[in-house]
Structures are given as C-alpha cells and as structure tokens.
T-cell receptor, first 117, second 118 residues
Framework: KAGVTQTPRYLIKTRGQQVTLSCSPI?????VSWYQQTPGQGLQFLFE???????NKGNFPGRFSGRQFSNSRSEMNVSTLELGDSALYLC????????????????FGPGTRLLVL | AQTVTQSQPEMSVQEAETVTLSCTYD???????LFWYKQPPSRQMILVIR??????QNATENRFSVNFQKAAKSFSLKISDSQLGDAAMYFC???????????????FGKGITLSVRP
C-alpha cells in the first residue's frame, strides 16, 4: 500500500505571497492532520480533517487554513506569508477508528519544506 | 493540557550496543496512547513503536522496546543491537483517546538526536 504523499517537496516563496500544500493519505485513511516543524518551536499541530470537515484546530492564526476533498486528499493554505512561516510541513493520515488499535496511529508523509524570503 | 518532555537533546551509542532514550509526560487522563517516532535526515517521520496506556505489558517491535511506567509517567525507548541506520532524531509523542474531536492531535517532545558510532 502506498504511503502518504505530499507535494511539492520544496517551495520558496516571498513575504506576502500565499502558498498551497497538498497531501494524499494512505488509501482507506479518511483522517488527515497537519503539523508544522521548526527548529525553535518543534512539532506543532495545525489542524485535522475527517470526512471533509475540520475536526480539530491548533493555535495558529487564521492565515493558516485547510480543506479536505471527497477522496480524502487535503490541502493546506497559508496566506500573506511571513518569514516565520518557513518550516517543514508534515501531513499525517489515519483511519480514525473508534475501536482503538492500529487505527489510532498517524502515519506521516515526507513533508514539504517551505522557505519564505 | 498534556506535555511531553525529552530532556536529553543528544545521545551517542556504539554500533551493536544498547541505548535507552528517555521521555516523561504529564497528563491527568487515565487512558491515552504514547508513540516513538524516528526522523532520519530525510525528514520522513517513521513510527517506531506504540503503547496503549491501559495495557500493562510493554510494547516490543524487533530491536525496539519500551519501558512504560504509568505511575511515574515515564516512557523510555530501548534500542538493542544498534545499527548505523538507527541514527536519527527520535520523538516521543502523546495522544488522548478516544480518537475524536480534540483528542486527535499528537503532542510531541522536543526530540533527541541519536548518533551511532561505527
């Protein structure tokens, strides 16, 4: 089974621009979560989507948004980019089951490295 | 809110030796999941091992095992017979259960960089 894929892998933008990142989950997984990783703040949760609805949101400004499509693919958008948005953005997918076990585990993609100049 | 602490920023181990990475966490919940993820230089986050808090038996995956001390809120990872490919950053993570609503996020520690000496 193919793993989580993220595109693009690398991105360079300038301040004020906007960017869209894409994540395709493992086949059969309907939950997609996004995380931001920076050297200073570590790994921080952005939001989670399940069945095309945002189910959980971290403490990020409204410039960070996302959506999920009917095929479970998810996109994340950052508007009005700031230098501090430079980071590795990781996407993770899960089956988000209610009966526990392996369904509770999030599997990560390779990430998109964003550099804001 | 839950917190995860990895107090050792770096560790080193000789190839074929055993190393233990420490992790402590703070929570008022009685049921939860704990994870160790490995992030090699490629930056791909790879699941190493998972522990369910209601299970008293420590999880084991080949050369990787955990020492889960629920009362002490400690979750250490032991790597036996260390290999060069084990060199990476290791993150300890916590997640509430069940997997609904606000419980879906992983809370990570700061990570520990493990180097393996040949």
């Amino acid at each position: 089974k193919a793993g989580v894929t993220q595109t693009p892998r690398y991105l360079i933008k300038t301040r004020g621009q906007q960017v869209t990142l894409s994540c395709s989950p493992i086949s059969g997984h309907r939950s997609v979560s996004w995380y931001q990783q920076t050297p200073g703040q570590g790994l921080q949760f952005l939001f989670e989507y399940f069945s095309e609805t945002q189910r959980n949101k971290g403490n990020f400004p409204g410039r960070f948004s996302g959506r999920q499509f009917s095929n479970s693919r998810s996109e994340m958008n950052v508007s009005t980019l700031e230098l501090g948005d430079s980071a590795l953005y990781l996407c993770a997918s899960s089956t988000r089951g209610t009966s526990g076990g392996s369904q509770e585990t999030q599997y990560f993609g390779p990430g998109t490295r964003l550099l804001v100049l | 809110a839950q917190t995860v602490t990895q107090s050792q920023p770096e560790m080193s181990v000789q190839e074929a030796e055993t190393v233990t990475l420490s992790c402590t966490y703070d929570t008022s919940e009685s049921d939860y999941y704990l994870f160790w993820y490995k992030q090699p230089p490629s930056r791909q986050m790879i699941l190493v091992i998972r522990q369910e808090a209601y299970k008293q038996q420590n999880a084991t995956e080949n050369r990787f095992s955990v020492n889960f001390q629920k009362a002490a809120k400690s979750f250490s990872l032991k790597i036996s017979d260390s290999q060069l490919g084990d060199a990476a950053m290791y993150f300890c993570a916590y997640r509430s259960t069940p997997y609904t609503g606000a419980n879906s996020k992983l809370t990570f520690g700061k990570g520990i960089t493990l180097s393996v000496r040949p």
